[in-house]
Structures are given as structure tokens and as C-alpha cells.
């Protein structure tokens, strides 16, 4: 088995899914799409022609001829800038869907040339632990070598949608919140500790009390890149009544780390993650009293598992893992 990096979706069929406009001469061709695409993420013609080098005047002229080609108005043009309409969020979405769908299709015959027999797509989300995945990747490799798995990095939303809409077989993330179609399992528990900067007052402690640690700023992740792991520390948060200080919030685990490190606040870990890390600044110590637990999960489609599913299932070690009961509850 070999790990696949790639950024897309396909049915199981393996066959993308083109609308039946998409053909050459035709306004729905790729060409117009991705421009769509540029103009209706960036919500501004002249970045959205930056990013695709090219001039504002074709981008402009590849617009207009879409709409008219549609009989919609994609976009909303006014003084206070520019915006979709709803038409334009619909035709955003499927055209996400169909590019990430031939990226899928492309991926799975290279697969398939190099000899797999079979794939997994697996999304992750919140910054998982890289041991854990590490060591789940090396047993696929050695017990299932003729499975290809490929690695998605997302936000938990987009993995939710990916897995409603058959761009997943399964992901990970921090969050086990019961969704419609989703099923989660509890597979891995990790305690959470405190990332504190060397010769930081709190370190006199050897176990610290969150009481004490809500006393400093705090740097935490931020809610839609580390979704999952936010929500589960703002619970643990809400355990003490004191107002917590935010001095901010940090998309990557690494820039968390680096501004705790140059002492702008105080962050939550696991520890292992910070040990990886190797920020010679930063110390991990643990909370007092019972350790609250970072839980991570499997998320999957509430369908029968195919064979390579199954097994993959099967590798996480379900005796290892602690019941979901024990991660932070929500606060009633």
C-alpha cells in the first residue's frame, strides 16, 4: 500500500459526473468553470484574475457568457462589492463537486496502473495526531498492500458534505456530534495538557489548575480550521466559571505553538504533538486533577462498509480506545 496525496472525490463507480452541457464549444468546458470558481471564491474580478494571471477583460467577457449561456445571474455587483446569488452557490458547488470528481477518477486509474486492486479515501480534519496516523498508515501497508489510500486535508464541514455526497469512504476528526447519515466512533483518546512558555510563572506547578491557567491569555485554534478540537476545548473551558481571555486563535498547530512560544499566551495540546514538535520554548504540563481527554473519531456514511472499509475499521484498535462518555461532556 502506498499513501496517495491528492485533493477530490469520485463515486464508487469510479466515473465522474459532467453535466450534460460540459462539451467542446460548449460555456460549460472547464476553462469557464474554473474561472467561475476563482471569481466566486475570491468575490473579486481583479484578485480572481491575479490568481488565474490573466487579464480582467476575458475573465469579465467568460462570466457574462456563462450567465447568458445559463440564463441565471451568477453574481451581484454593487458598491458594496461582490456577491453570489443563490443560482451562483448552487452552480459553485457542483462544479466543486465534478473537479474534485475527475481529480478522484484521475487518481484511481493511476492507482490502478500501478497495481492496486482496490482504494479508501479518507478525509482528515482538526490536526490529527501524525503518530497515530503514522502507525494505522504502516499496518494498512503491510496487511492490506493492495489497497490504495488517499489522504484528504479539509475542514470537518466540507468532510461532512464530502461524505453525504460519496467523495469519502470515512475521515477523522475531533468532533463526534451526532449527524443525519453519519456514523462516529470513538477511536483514539489523548490527554490534553497545557503548552506553557519556559520560565512562565505557572510552571512552579507541576499539575496545574485550570482555574489558574484561565488567568493568562489564551492561544487556541481556530473554530473552522480545528472545528472539532475547538469544540471540545471550549466545553473543557466552560468547566470553570471564569471568562476565558483570547489573544488568538491559530489555524495551524505549529503557529500555536509558535505564539505560545514567544509568550502571547498559553495553548492546549496533547502532549505527544508537542514533543514532535520540538519547540525548545514551550513545556507541556499537565492539568490537575482527572486529565481531560482529546478524543478523536472515525466519522463514515451509515451504509454496509465495503471489504477494505471493513478492515481498515478493524486496524483502529477498538480495545485501546476509551468510551465516548469519557470525553468532555457538553454543558447542559
Not at 471569481?39 to 480572481?48: G, I, K, N, Y
Not at 447519515?181 to 470513538?186: D, H, R, S
Not at 468547566?239 to 486563535?249: I, R
Amino acid at each position: 500500500m502506498r499513501s496517495i496525496i491528492a485533493a477530490g472525490g469520485s463515486s464508487r463507480s469510479g466515473k465522474p459526473s459532467i453535466p450534460p452541457g460540459w462539451q467542446k464549444g460548449s460555456i460549460l468546458e472547464p476553462r469557464h468553470l474554473r474561472y467561475f470558481i476563482a471569481v466566486a471564491e475570491e468575490l473579486h474580478f481583479t484578485r480572481a484574475a491575479e490568481r488565474l494571471h490573466i487579464e480582467q477583460s476575458p475573465l469579465s467577457r467568460a462570466i457574462r457568457e456563462l450567465e447568458a449561456d445559463l440564463n441565471v445571474r451568477l453574481f451581484e455587483r454593487d458598491s458594496r462589492g461582490t456577491r453570489l446569488t443563490w443560482a451562483g452557490q448552487v452552480l459553485l458547488d457542483d462544479t466543486r463537486r465534478i473537479f474534485a470528481s475527475l481529480d478522484q477518477t484521475r487518481s484511481n486509474v493511476q492507482a490502478a496502473a500501478s497495481g492496486y486492486r482496490g482504494s479508501l479515501r479518507i478525509a482528515l480534519s482538526d490536526g490529527l495526531m501524525p503518530q497515530r496516523l503514522a502507525a494505522l498508515l504502516a499496518l494498512c501497508r503491510k496487511q492490506d498492500p493492495d489497497v490504495a489510500i488517499q489522504l484528504f486535508e479539509i475542514p470537518l464541514a466540507q468532510q461532512i458534505q464530502g461524505l453525504h455526497n460519496d467523495l469519502y469512504d470515512a475521515g477523522f476528526a475531533r468532533s463526534g456530534e451526532v449527524v443525519e447519515g453519519i456514523l462516529t466512533m470513538a477511536v483514539w483518546n489523548d490527554p490534553l495538557v497545557v503548552a506553557v512558555p519556559a520560565r512562565h510563572p505557572l510552571l512552579v506547578h507541576e499539575h496545574i489548575p485550570l482555574e489558574e491557567v484561565l488567568k493568562y491569555p489564551l492561544v487556541l485554534c481556530h473554530p473552522k480550521a480545528c472545528e472539532g478540537g475547538h469544540r471540545q476545548i471550549e466545553r473543557l473551558l466552560r468547566t470553570v466559571d471564569l471568562q476565558p481571555v483570547v489573544a488568538q486563535h491559530a489555524a495551524t498547530f505549529d503557529l500555536m505553538l509558535t505564539v505560545v512560544e514567544a509568550g502571547y499566551g498559553l495553548g492546549f495540546a496533547c502532549e505527544a504533538q508537542i514533543a514532535a514538535c520540538k519547540y525548545a520554548e514551550v513545556v507541556a504540563r499537565p492539568l490537575a486533577g482527572t486529565p481531560p481527554l482529546l478524543t478523536t473519531y472515525l466519522l463514515r456514511p451509515d451504509t454496509d462498509p465495503s471489504e477494505p472499509l471493513a478492515r481498515f475499521i478493524e486496524r483502529l484498535c477498538p480495545s485501546e480506545t476509551v468510551p465516548e462518555s469519557t470525553a468532555v461532556p457538553p454543558k447542559t
